[in-house]
């Protein structure tokens, strides 16, 4: 069965095909029909949740929200409301030039397409390793993965985390709050590898009161009869009864090679600023896609659901004939492990100088309050400057207070190109319930001087 008529004679038969119902998608089908609200706009998601956030999965297994909670809209909104052709729970299986195969109630179909939209996002890293297939092993991908997961860890005591980045570092704060014995292995000398040590140390330290925390240790295998029930490290074995694997995460590119799209240098989607493929009339948006970074101009891979969805928004204004560019990413991030906020913006000291900067850095402690004013927290800053130009590089910030509005600060400032000088005469806010008079991230700049 063949819909669709392959470009048609009118605006009224244009038909997109997009390929993911997550955040780059839908953003793309939405900005696509309020600028062209005539054409067929057909989504096709592989499962029963859309415009879903599973970055909220963590939040589920600890019990402080719902599974059908993590799509921010219903499909209702997309279909009824915004005129989306949505099919869910439908599988694409082929793709060539102005056309795709997909698998709809059990019956295999094809589409025609005018404009093609790759969104089919990122999947887990599962390392090849021995008793990987064991009952009892679990990623963190999409909402269903917390259903499963909550539904195996009901009688459990014994959790084991492989991976200490931000899902696992989230992960181990859903089970230990749960009251569950965690234990999180890492392969590397500190958790949150893509940050410096001196500031993956407070992380460290907070873990270490909750779980129990195996640095420079590499999983040899899960042991178990039917399901897991050891993990063997190269220095220990671990009890476990349920284990989350979270080391990573690869962008979903085989559909985009079969059609024969070119893959960038990270083995993500090749995009230009305009969100377009190496091939006339196809894009891609959100984590299967490659962008730049704000700072250097190059090629990087940042699946994260912020810039997921401004690529969407930029891919679905130029399909729709509009001129936008997306600017690329700094890869602006913020967590928590229990009270502990932790968050990161543009490059780390080490990606700094891997990116061939000269550097210099400034590492301050300060209350988020003045001395007077009760409820002050300490908070922990790095800041990251090139040596030559004093331009701000990067920041990187533990606290149990004001955290987000820091590193919202920092990207901002970073993106507009500020120096050391900018920041020192950032006009920011003073009150006593708020910040000290001398607000951190000044004195930060104050320190790296200019």
């Known amino acids: 069965m063949v819909e669709g008529t392959n470009m048609g004679d009118s605006d009224s038969d244009i038909r997109v095909a997009i390929i993911g119902g997550g955040a780059g998608g839908m953003s793309a089908a939405s900005r696509i029909k309020a ?6 706009v057909s989504v096709f998601e592989a499962t029963s949740f859309v415009s879903h956030a599973p970055c909220g999965i963590p939040y589920v297994v600890e019990g402080i929200s719902e599974t059908s909670k993590l799509m ?3 499909p209702s909104v997309f279909i009824e409301k915004r005129g989306i052709d949505l099919r869910m729970n439908t599988r694409v299986i082929d793709v060539s030039k102005g056309s795709l195969q997909y698998i709809e109630n059990g019956e295999e179909k094809e589409m025609e397409w005018d404009y093609l939209v790759f969104g089919t996002g990122a999947s887990p890293i599962i390392p090849p390793i021995e008793g990987k297939d064991l009952e009892g092993i679990f990623t963190v991908d999409l ?20 991976g200490s980045g931000y899902i696992g570092l989230e992960m181990a704060e859903a089970f230990s709050a749960r009251g569950k014995n965690v234990t999180v292995i890492e392969m590397l000398p500190h958790p949150l590898p893509n940050f410096d040590e001196d500031i993956a140390e407070v992380v460290k330290a907070e873990m270490e009161k909750k779980v129990n925390l195996r640095l420079n240790e590499k999983v040899q295998a899960f042991e178990g009869k039917d399901k897991v029930e050891k993990v063997v490290t190269d220095k220990g074995e671990y009890k476990a009864e349920l284990v989350i694997v979270a080391t990573g995460v690869k962008p979903n590119v ?3 090679e079969k059609l024969g799209v070119k893959l960038g240098e990270t083995g993500a989607i090749w995009t230009d600023r305009k969100m377009r493929t190496s091939m006339e009339n196809v894009y891609a948006a959100g984590d299967c896609a490659e962008t730049y970074h704000m700072i250097t101009g190059k090629r990087v891979w940042n699946p994260l659901a912020p810039p997921g969805n401004k690529m969407g928004y930029v891919a679905g204004v130029n399909i729709a004939g509009g001129d936008i560019e997306f600017p690329g990413v700094l890869g602006t991030q913020i967590t928590k492990f229990h009270e502990l906020e932790i968050a990161k913006t543009g490059f780390s000291e080490k990606e700094a100088k891997e990116n061939g900067f000269e550097v210099k850095t400034a590492l301050i402690k300060a209350q988020t309050r003045v001395h007077y004013y009760p409820g002050g927290r300490e908070t922990q800053i790095k800041v990251v400057a090139d040596k030559n130009t004093n331009r701000i590089l990067g920041a990187q910030i533990v606290g149990y207070d004001s955290v987000l509005a820091r590193v919202d600060t920092m990207a901002a400032a970073i993106q507009a190109g500020f120096t050391t000088k900018d920041l020192f005469f950032a006009d ?16 930060a700049a104050r320190v790296l001087k200019f």
């Open 428 to 443: 920011l806010a003073y009150a006593p319930p708020f910040a000290p008079t001398w607000e951190p991230l000044v004195v």
């Open 72 to 74: 921010y809209y219903p």
């Open 35 to 40: 600028l062209k609200p005539e054409w067929i």
């Open 254 to 256: 085989e559909l985009a």
């Open 143 to 162: 909402p269903p993965d917390a259903e499963r997961i909550n539904s195996a860890s009901k009688d459990v005591s014994e959790v084991v985390i492989v």
